[in-house]
C-alpha cells in the first residue's frame, strides 16, 4: 500500500486510479464526496472499459465506496449516482457500511428527466438513482439522541428551498415563509434548460439531460450531468471553503460547479486528456465566475432544415382514377 500524505492535494485533477490515489490521502479529510461511476454498459469511454464481468464490476463497486467512506469526514456528505442494473448492489453495501456504522443512509433520490434513451422493445429509461448518505457521526447516534435538533452534518435547509403550495395557491398564513423542501423525486425538462433551475411556484426541479446542442455541454466526453444536479447537492450539503471531492471527474461538472459557489475541489480522472480538459473547465469558471459555454459549430453539430417527409405510398391508378392493377 502506498504511504498516506500528510495532506490533501487540493485544487487539482489526480491522474491515475482512483482507488490506488484515494489510497494516499489521509482518512477522514473530505467534507462532500459526490461520485458517478461508469455504469458498465458499455460506453465508449477514452481509456477505461465499460464492460466488466458482473461480479468484478460489483467489487470494483465496494471497493470504491469503502475508499470514499474513509476519505469522508464523520460530519461530511456522500452522494452516489447509479443506473438501474446496479442500484440494488450499490444500495445492498451501503446498508453494510451503515450496519458497521460508517455511514447513515438518508435519502434513494430518483432524478427524473427527459431526453432518455429511446428503446425498441421496452419503456424509456428517464431516471437515475442518487443515494444521499452522510458520515459516521450521524451512524454513531444514540438510540435517544434526536438528530433534528443537532445534527452533525451539513444540511442547508434554506439554501435550496422552494415555496410551497400553501404560499403559491392558497395563500395560507400557517405556510412556513422560508418555503418547503424539496421532494425526493427530481424532475428535469428541457423547456428550461438555459440555466433557470428554480421557478418561484414549483417545488420540483426542471433541467434536462444535456442533449448535445445545449450550450453547456461540452462535447468531449459521451456523459456530462447538468450543473443544476450539483448545484442542488453541493449548496444544501457545503458551505463556503469546504472541500468537494469526485472520484470520476468525467467532464468535470462536480469541480466547475464546486469552484463557481467557491468551495475548494479535488477530483481523480483516469484520462489524462479529460483531465486536462476538465480542469480547463473548472479554470474558466474560476476566472470568470460563470459555466463555460460551447457553441454548436464549436462542436461540430450543424443545425439544418427539417428532413422531407417520405411521400406515403398511393396505390397506381389511370387518368380516370381507376385501380390499375400491381405488377408482381
Not at 103 to 115: Q, S, V
Amino acid at each position: 500500500m502506498a504511504e498516506i500524505a500528510t495532506n490533501i492535494p487540493t485544487g487539482s485533477i489526480a491522474h491515475g486510479d482512483c482507488l490506488e490515489l484515494m489510497a494516499m490521502w489521509p482518512a477522514e479529510s473530505i467534507d462532500l464526496i459526490f461520485a458517478d461511476p461508469p455504469y458498465n454498459i458499455g460506453f465508449e469511454y477514452d481509456h477505461y472499459d465499460d464492460n466488466r464481468e458482473h461480479d468484478d464490476y460489483v467489487q470494483w463497486t465496494c471497493d470504491w465506496i469503502d475508499a470514499c467512506a474513509r476519505l469522508l469526514k464523520p460530519s461530511g456528505s456522500f452522494y452516489i449516482l447509479i443506473g438501474d442494473e446496479y442500484a440494488a448492489e450499490t444500495r445492498l453495501h451501503l446498508r453494510k457500511l451503515e450496519e458497521e456504522k460508517r455511514l447513515a443512509f438518508r435519502n434513494w433520490i430518483i432524478w427524473h428527466y427527459t431526453f432518455g434513451q429511446n428503446c425498441k422493445l421496452k419503456f424509456n429509461r428517464s431516471h437515475a438513482h442518487l443515494f444521499y448518505c452522510v458520515g459516521s457521526a450521524a451512524a454513531k447516534l444514540k438510540a435517544h439522541q434526536k438528530l433534528t435538533k443537532n445534527p452533525p452534518f451539513t444540511f442547508n435547509r434554506d439554501a435550496i428551498a422552494v415555496p410551497s403550495a400553501r404560499q403559491t395557491t392558497y395563500n395560507d398564513a400557517r405556510a412556513n415563509p422560508k418555503g418547503k423542501l424539496p421532494d425526493d423525486t427530481w424532475y428535469l425538462r428541457p423547456q428550461n434548460a438555459e440555466g433557470i433551475y428554480f421557478k418561484p411556484q414549483e417545488d420540483t426541479w426542471y433541467q434536462s439531460r444535456l442533449a448535445g446542442t445545449f450550450k453547456e455541454r461540452q462535447g468531449w466526453h459521451p456523459c456530462q450531468l447538468p450543473e443544476a444536479l450539483l448545484e442542488r447537492i453541493i449548496k444544501v450539503s457545503s458551505n463556503e471553503g469546504d472541500l468537494v471531492f469526485d472520484p470520476f471527474v468525467g467532464s468535470g461538472t462536480t469541480l466547475a460547479v464546486a469552484a463557481r459557489l467557491k468551495r475548494r475541489w479535488l477530483g481523480c480522472e483516469l484520462s489524462k486528456e479529460y483531465a486536462r480538459r476538465a480542469l480547463e473547465r473548472v479554470q474558466h469558471v474560476e476566472a470568470t465566475g460563470e459555466t463555460m459555454q460551447v457553441h454548436c459549430a464549436d462542436k461540430g453539430i450543424q443545425r439544418g432544415k427539417p428532413k422531407k417527409k417520405p411521400e406515403p405510398h398511393r396505390s397506381p391508378k389511370d387518368k380516370q382514377g381507376n385501380l390499375l392493377p400491381v405488377k408482381p
